[in-house]
């Protein structure tokens, strides 16, 4: 028998973040929904029904509706990163499974040239990991320079290539590449890297789940066969949704309709699209997209600006005093990761421990941070006004002050009148 | 370069569906979201961000966060199924993929028992095909009765299973079953299935994604190992979100954590669930999912009062005359499938032709009738009010009253006053 359920903790929890906190969640900022797309959602009903874009399915595939504009936005989505066809997938991490499979069909039809190696930068995101996982293949990073750059090099996939070549009389049967990895916000020399792909006639899947829809991404520029995106990461969008860009070459494959049958009695699925599901539903995220894409197109343009601030904020971050970003410098992206000592430092006197700095940023109505974190932690101001990024460095001042003050550590914090 | 796009389109489109409408897709009904948790939603600030369930996270696993209640929840969830173990999944056929993936994992490590054959019901839904296909599991089908009850036996189970034993020595992989069919709305035997399962020791899913939280499911009972259950379908709950459900014994396979490591340097990657992506997102969907499982609790209890309003409305059409129902009588769940020979007739004569009759349906206010087709149609009007129960009904009478007058055909169509 079921037994009963307290449901009113399931009626009654609230958002730790409504509307006006300012968010520094580095994997948050590149999907803060914009407002006007939020009422947007809520008053045209769009949230009714789970199935919300279905009303006018004709074909059974929610990529096909024109009503909703899903076959028209998906159509500008390839366009907009240089693409031949787009389709739109559970999350950039089903985008990757659905090439990983791909690519893991293709060598089992054809092993003569490649085998079941995927060669990935060194820090890519997990879901990299898992997507080859999932279809069977193995995975070799490149090195990276190590602390505190962390750097990669273009030359270490040409080696590595040799080295698989070397070994196992075959090329990997993918190069797969993080655009900028969620780390340290590094920025791989996707293009060098695309070049070398090329010459070998390897596949090349760029990651840009934390990029596309934050800057101007080309993958013809990069000569990427395929480009993952995140919705929610990068999009200004509901999740969960992604995007899986190839060209018509790929598409043919990535996106091949079922051959599957049901016999006695024979029913075939038609048109149902094998790697991404039969059809990945849509629903209230990607009409989210949709309304959000208008502005995603003309914040890409605004880069410079969004750089600037990072870059801002790193040199005010490093003023403080025994704080200092790792990775690219310059920087290159909104994602930062630092090195705090001195809040560590603080951690060991403060009785909340690691979590005093989440905490103390939460009590001035900054969330976001990772919880316990204090050793270093990662941050994003992406999107945010110059009057919030400066509320942001002004907080992190405000707590070293107070609490060098407090367990008389040995730091002298510049106070915030000093600063510009 | 990328082309100039035309934003307009992106930016002012409309819900065809928006507040009053009465929706009468079948795939929709047990889908529409609660009215005061729309509202939540969206007063609660839930939409500001694509990663909404995010801010708590401290382990980066979504199933794991306590703020909101999604630990909870999903402990919950598994014992309102009767199972063990519940995690989320992008939808009921993600779901069914991990189930698929884990039983082709136990073949390819122990061939001996078990041949990569799924045997399913001739009726599953589409999703049951390809999450197959993406496991690189072949499937078959038991027969049905076919036209018009299209009834499947128990007994066809031990004789197909019988057969390919037969054939290849070993038993199928898996059994598959649709609890409620797609497309008569026939109820499957799963009672007798499980225990048909059981004494052949063949693993055994049912993908309840029409039935779970529309009336008492409970997985012990009917004996499965594994029940996929839609959250956008029978939840009501934004998608795309499912579930998947399981026990104590196949939790560790399915939910099995990645050993994935990328060497050089070494990285693993610890918690992430491979079979469901590493971790499933949640966002926004899960949220209303959690919102709304307080009002699941309740509705599955009026199920009979639902059944009641489906039966009225099937003997209502009945009468009208042409117009009569396929797959099982009495019937059982809310999707209902009718032939409809008189509007089929009346489309004969349309200048729009199949299209008339549910573009005269959404003149009435009433949306989600497949747009072209006369000749047969599917139907729901789970969870609606009696009063709107007849409003449909009374929709059909006068469009079939009209045309008969208007086209001078021979029918005699009983006026509405005739009727309770």
Known sequence: MVKKIDV????????????????????????????EVQKKLFEEGWMRVGYAICYNCLEGRSDRISKPPVDDFLTNLADFFGGDFAEHTFASRAAQFAVMKT???????????????VLTDPLCHYTTAVAAEMAGLKLIGVPHSGYPDYKVEPDSYIERVES??????????????????????????????????????????VNAAYTAGIFPVDMKDIQADFL????????????????????????????????MKIDQPERILGKKMVNVFGCSVGGLPLISAIYSFPYVIERVKRWDEELKKARWFISEMEKLGDIFLIGDRPHNHHLMHFETPIFWEISKHHKRRGFFLADDMIKMGIVGLHRGLSKHFKISLYGLK?????????????????YVTEFKLNYEVPSNEELP
Request: charged share 25%; hydrophobic share 40%.
């Open 8 to 35: 009113t903790k399931f009626s009654n929890f609230m958002n730790p973040c409504r509307k006006t906190q300012i968010i520094i969640q580095p994997i948050m900022r590149g999907g803060i929904v914009p407002e």
């Open 103 to 117: 690519i893991a069909d293709e060598i089992s039809e054809d092993s003569k040239n490649f085998t079941d190696i």
């Open 164 to 205: 698989i070549k070397k070994e196992t009389g075959k090329l990997p049967a993918l190069i797969a590449v993080t655009h900028v990895e969620p780390h340290y916000g590094n920025l791989n020399p996707v293009k060098e890297i695309g070049k070398i792909a090329r010459e070998y006639d390897i596949p090349y899947m």
């Open 228 to 259: 993952t995106v995140s919705a929610h990461k990068s999009m200004a969008s509901i999740g969960p949704l992604g995007f899986l860009i190839t060209n018509d070459e790929w598409a043919k494959k990535v996106f091949k309709e079922s051959l």
């Open 386 to 402: 110059w009057e919030e990024v400066k509320k942001v460095r002004d907080a992190f001042y405000y707590i070293a002050q107070k």
